[in-house]
């Protein structure tokens, strides 16, 4: 089955065919680093690790960009709030979201670039504008260029816009830029250096000091590592306009080809509102952890479809770790039953690969993992090893691809060891167990329901069944 994405550009699912037979190009526009990121942050670095572990799994040989944008406005204004260098706030919250998002086992990119580090590809890009006549210098010696959208006739076709319908570009104050614009929609390619900024927070250009404009740094920063034309441009859905139509918008004219495909995770929302700091409505990372293990928030973000908007609730996320730890506790039960290492038996993926190749229909995948594991616990109660043996490592495979396998060592020891623990356990609960039948046996009540109770004062739940107990985790 061909695998098949929803593209924003044309708004409609389409056959993922890469430019290169084999291989697949990702760019996926990452966080501006002003603050700690919450749980509408990494829901995009979640998604689009789920992507290129599909990729991956296809047998693409998959090249992933994820930027970071370490200069910017909001990153100055909350520097000089805290009266701390820019960088160095940068740098602290740069280090906090690659934390958060090791601690939800997001696979790192193949690179992933910051914008400080891209300013002469950006400068190059933008000189390039000016040649076509796509771009001008402010004529009031502000240093400020920007792009005339006027132009480029084809400005909004990602968005479906027309330009007379557009709001003036807010990178920055409208009057102060009113006199400096040829049309109010035109939108800044390279900011002139303020008395107001730090030195530091500028570099030497043809126009003067300054610093590059947003959507500049992704488009270079794409053009540097991927080529002039990539298959894939992904990242959250409020990044659609304006930022990825300017960013489409000054590439092609800059005679890129760019993306091919416009992918866009939708948002988290809290009490109807997009999560955001702005909003006061975010939950940090570490706050949620404290609460949460990462693996249950990684499967309640991957739970739902990547276009499906979330409305978040800790009562929603509890019970998204009830389901996920009904996986555990099969995988921990299996792990007891089987032979070590019996798990890489041969298998199919089956509904599991046929929702993930629907526009990465992760709730239908999700669902496959759980019929699986239904069959899984038949094949336990009714000890058919050699069917379970395909069905442990059908389980333990689709787990791996959304990257939510427990032993894997990226959720660290605790977590990796669990399954091959469980044997031990099993040992200790069975021989417990033994014990109970004895003095059922004997007609011995009271110490038969000492044990039960012991077991349950221990988290253990017993079930009696026709071919004996069956004890699972309460």
Partial sequence: MTFRIYDSATR???????????????????????????????????????????????????EFIRNVTDIDDKILAKAAEQGRPWYN???????????????????????????????????????????????????????????DVRTWPAYGELTGQAVDDMEPAGDADPQETAQRKRDPRDFALWKGRKESEPETASWPSPWGRGR?????????????????????????????????????AQARAAGRAFATYWMHNAWITTAGEKMSKSL??????????????????????????????????????????????????????AAAALPKGSWTASYGLGAFEEAM??????????????????????????GDVEELKNTYARVRKMLDILGLDPADPAWGPAASADVELTSAVDALVRGLLEQRAAARAAKDWAAADAVRDQLKAAGIEITDTPDGPKWSLA
């Fill in 12 to 62: 409609e699912v389409r056959d993922f065919v890469p430019l290169v037979e084999g291989k697949a190009s990702l760019y996926v526009c990452g966080l501006t680093v002003q603050s700690e990121p919450h749980v509408g942050h990494v829901r995009s670095g979640v998604n689009f690790d789920v992507l290129q572990r599909w990729l991956r799994h296809l047998g693409y040989q998959t």
């Fill in 89 to 147: 706030l940068a740098y602290d919250m740069h280090r906090e979201l690659s934390k958060a998002y090791a601690a939800l086992n997001v696979a790192p990119p193949t690179y992933e670039p910051a914008a400080t580090g891209h300013v002469p590809e950006m400068i190059e890009l933008i000189s390039g504008l000016i040649e076509r006549g796509h771009a001008y210098p402010a004529e009031d010696g502000s240093g400020d260029v920007y792009f």
């Fill in 212 to 248: 590059p404009g947003w959507h500049i740094e992704c488009s270079a920063m794409a053009g540097k590592y991927l080529g002039d034309a990539f298959d894939i441009h992904g990242g959250g859905l409020d990044l659609r306009f304006p930022h990825h139509e300017n960013e489409q």
């Fill in 280 to 333: 006061g409505n975010s939950l940090t990372i570490p706050n949620v952890l404290e609460r949460f293990r990462g693996i249950e928030l990684r499967y309640y973000l991957v739970s739902a479809h990547y276009r499906s908007h979330v409305e978040f609730s800790f009562e929603a996320l509890e019970e998204a770790a009830v389901g996920f730890g009904r996986i555990e506790g099969f995988l921990e039960r």
């Fill in 357 to 382: 190749n629907d526009d990465l229909g992760t709730p239908a995948a999700v669902a496959a993992i759980h019929d699986a594991v239904r069959e899984g616990n038949k094949q336990l109660a009714e």
